[in-house]
């Protein structure tokens, strides 16, 4: 099987870092080679259990709506049949850490892979939100792309360490509870 770019030429496989688990990974489009953000990603990934998976596809050129197609068409093209999507958009629900955590314990007793889609610079198209299982909001601000994947698989990683009982997470906060 060859896979397209989003640009006219065609590549035999989208750039992929890690093995991507079969039970969850992150599909994102641009590359971040050897960047303070790619680090960051890598080292919350690394520290899931399964290991988070990432595969990146190049960016699309042109409009922003044929951008948003192109790239919809690589995106979706890449989810698994049975996947359960989680798109990350800016219009998303912004669940805190416990709440994250709750919502991935559903996701993941569900049995089937997660894969978290994260657009380009153009955001996503309606027919890859219209898949989404899921939509999810990393704030109201906006990231970079490349560091949203680090929040994610930060976000990630201290919600698998709150289902865990693990003291990663501390639930005290300025003004609220204790939770010590």
Known sequence: MRW?????????RPRTLAEPSRAWGVLAIGRGAASPEAALFDRYAARLRPRLGLTEFAEAKGRAQEMRGREATVLLGAVPAQAFVVALDLGGDA?????LAALLTR???????????????EGLDASVL?????????????????????????ALFRAQSINAG????????PGGQSGR
């Open 4 to 12: 397209r770019r989003c640009g006219a030429r065609t590549s035999p």
């Open 95 to 99: 669940p805190d850490s416990v709440a």
């Open 107 to 121: 996701w993941r007793g569900a049995g089937r892979p997660i894969r978290f889609v994260i657009g380009g610079a």
């Open 130 to 154: 219209a898949r989404a299982d899921a939509t999810l909001s990393l704030g109201r601000l906006t990231w970079p792309h490349l560091l949203a994947r680090a929040l994610l698989a930060e």
């Open 166 to 173: 693990h003291p990663y997470h501390r639930a005290w906060r």
